[in-house]
């Protein structure tokens, strides 16, 4: 299948810190990327859907300023959690769908511990 | 929105029993139904998918069927090992949003 990385995929940071986290469709054109949420054995939380050169479309009841979505070029989306809290704590992961396949692909995750 | 339901939350299994995991969805205009298995700590991995213009769908020892009317669908694995042990994830496209939703995962667990 398609190939989707992530990184990083680990973060431990302090309380009040930002993070970035990518995610890179490797041989294919992603014109969409998703970004979920999981927390410990729960199931996967749909944030954000991305297009490519557009503005994200947030969930409801997700911050879009905490939040920041970058989806600049075809390969390449970020997702930075800006003023890190505790609470912020999760399992992130990325998904990518896009030409020539339509079918979904998840990146490897980001473990985010904020202290 | 879209609605996924997922049961059981856990199921134990002998080694070469067969597993049965079943969802249903609200929305009747969903075309598309993946299945992921998830290892702990790991990417999901799509496993099979069905689309809404077949009823059934089945790769060695994995299967999975849909009930359009009754806006069910279930994954089947036969001869189970435990290598299969995992988290597994039903999940449907919401039409125009080309977002999956998902179910709420079913921990199975192969005992050899």
């Known amino acids: 299948g398609a190939v989707v990385s992530q990184h990083p995929s680990r973060v431990i940071c302090k309380s009040g810190t930002s993070v970035k986290i990518e995610c890179r469709s490797l041989?294919?054109?992603?014109?969409?990327m998703f970004w979920y949420r999981q927390f410990p054995k729960k199931s996967l939380m749909l944030m954000a859907t991305?297009?490519?050169?557009?503005?994200?479309?947030?969930e409801q009841g997700v911050e879009k300023d905490k939040f920041l979505i970058n989806h600049a070029s075809l390969t390449l989306s970020t997702l930075t959690v800006t003023s890190a809290h505790p609470e912020d704590s999760s399992f992130y992961i990325c998904?990518?769908?896009?030409?020539?396949?339509?079918?979904?692909?998840f990146g490897s995750g980001t473990q985010l511990s904020v202290l | 929105g879209e609605n996924v339901e997922q049961h059981p939350s856990t199921l134990s299994v002998q080694e070469g029993d067969s597993a049965v995991i079943k969802c249903t969805y609200s929305?009747?205009?969903?075309?598309?139904f993946p299945w992921y298995k998830q290892e702990l700590g790991k990417r999901p991995q799509l496993i099979i998918d069905?689309?809404?213009?077949?009823g059934e769908k089945k790769d060695q020892r994995i299967a999975v069927t849909l009930n359009k009317t009754a806006k069910h669908f279930s994954l089947h694995i036969t001869e189970t090992q435990p290598e299969d042990s995992a988290v597994y994830f039903c999940?449907?496209?919401?039409?125009?949003?080309?977002?999956?939703?998902f179910g709420s995962g079913t921990r199975l667990q192969v005992q050899p």
């Open positions: 998904s990518a769908t896009g030409f020539p396949n339509e079918k979904l692909f």
């Open positions: 041989d294919f054109q992603a014109t969409t």
């Open positions: 991305s297009n490519e050169g557009s503005k994200a479309t947030y």
């Open positions: 929305d009747s205009a969903s075309n598309y």
């Open positions: 069905i689309r809404s213009n077949v």
């Open positions: 999940a449907a496209i919401h039409t125009g949003r080309r977002a999956l939703t």
